[in-house]
């Protein structure tokens, strides 16, 4: 089993930035797909953007350019840095860990066995 507690969401403005953290914990594997979700109130669940061990990326093409996703192998820690934010970017956040080794680490559900309880960002016009 694998923990992840998420961390670092909040209010801000429109245009502003916020950094989120997902610490994992338990049996935590080397060589995995992690990555970030969210669901906004009355919509379906969406993926944001994944990353592998090697620390290769994939986006969603609403946030690329404005999020970047990155990990710190050696803390078991993930990250997802937003600036540019938008009143549609207001949603639940969850943290997502595959089980081993994915050849296509890309924000699909399927991708994941684990997932964080969220955090929640609220982005104001």
């Known amino acids: 089993q694998v923990r992840l507690v998420e961390s670092g969401g909040g209010s801000v403005q429109s245009g502003g930035s916020l950094r989120l953290s997902c610490a994992a914990s338990g049996n935590t594997v080397t060589n995995n797909c992690m990555g970030w979700f969210r669901r906004a109130p009355g919509q379906a669940r969406e993926g944001v953007a994944a990353?592998?061990?090697?620390?290769?990326?994939t986006y969603a093409d609403f946030v690329k350019g404005r999020f970047t996703i990155s990990r710190d192998n050696a803390k078991n820690t993930l990250y997802l840095e937003m600036n540019s934010l938008k009143p549609e970017d207001t949603a639940m956040y969850y943290c997502?860990?595959?089980?081993?080794?994915?050849?296509?680490?890309?924000?699909?559900?399927?991708?994941?066995?684990?997932w964080g309880q969220g955090t929640q960002v609220t982005v104001s016009s």
């Open positions: 997502v860990t595959s089980w081993g080794w994915i050849d296509a680490c890309t924000p699909r559900e399927t991708n994941f066995n684990f």
């Open positions: 990353i592998n061990t090697a620390g290769r990326t």
